[in-house]
C-alpha cells in the first residue's frame, strides 16, 4: 500500500507541478501554498500562517512580504488587537489560486475519465479515508484548497 501510494504522489506532485506552469513567473510554490491557506482560512495573522505553514514567525513574515509587494495579499490592522496585523488574500491572489486549481481539475478529471467507473468509485472512498485518517478536512469544494 505505501509502494502504491509512494507512487501515486509522484502523479500527483506532476499534476500540482504542471498546473503551476501557468503561474510560475509570478509565485513560487512556497508562496502558492501562502496563497492557498489563506484562501482556505481566511484573514489570519503572521503568528498562524507560520503554524499553518510549518515554519517560524519570520520565515512567514517574508513570505507575506513578497507577497504583498507583488500585490498577492494585503496586510491590514487588526481590529480585535491593534497590535497585530492581518494577512488577506488580495483578488490577484485570489486569480491565482483560481486559476491552478481549474488547469488541476482539468487535469485530474482526464485522468479519472480514463479509469474504469468502478476503480474510480473504489478510489474516491479510499482517498476521503485517507484523507480523514491523515486529519486533513473533507471539503467539498476543492477550489477552497487550491488542489
Known amino acids: 500500500m505505501v509502494t502504491a501510494l509512494l507512487t ?17 513567473e509570478t509565485v513560487t510554490l512556497t508562496q502558492f501554498r501562502t496563497l492557498v491557506l489563506l484562501s482556505q482560512h481566511g484573514d489570519t495573522t503572521i503568528v498562524k500562517m507560520a503554524e499553518r505553514l510549518g515554519v517560524n514567525p519570520s520565515s512567514a513574515q517574508r513570505q507575506v512580504d513578497k507577497l504583498v509587494r507583488i500585490g498577492m495579499v494585503t496586510r491590514s490592522e487588526n481590529p480585535a488587537d ?3 496585523l492581518l494577512v ?5 491572489g485570489r486569480t491565482v489560486v483560481n486559476t491552478v486549481t481549474a488547469k488541476r481539475r482539468q487535469v485530474l478529471a482526464r485522468i479519472v475519465r480514463r479509469m474504469h467507473p468502478t476503480d474510480a468509485a473504489h478510489l474516491t472512498e479510499a ?3 485517507f484523507a480523514a485518517a491523515s486529519g486533513e478536512p473533507v471539503v467539498d469544494d476543492a477550489v477552497r ?3
Open 88 to 92: 488577506a488574500l488580495a483578488p490577484a
Open 8 to 24: 501515486a504522489s509522484l502523479a500527483l506532485v506532476g499534476v500540482s507541478a504542471a498546473s503551476l506552469a501557468a503561474v510560475e
Open 82 to 84: 491593534r497590535r497585530e
Open 127 to 129: 482517498l476521503l479515508a
Open 145 to 147: 484548497l487550491g488542489w
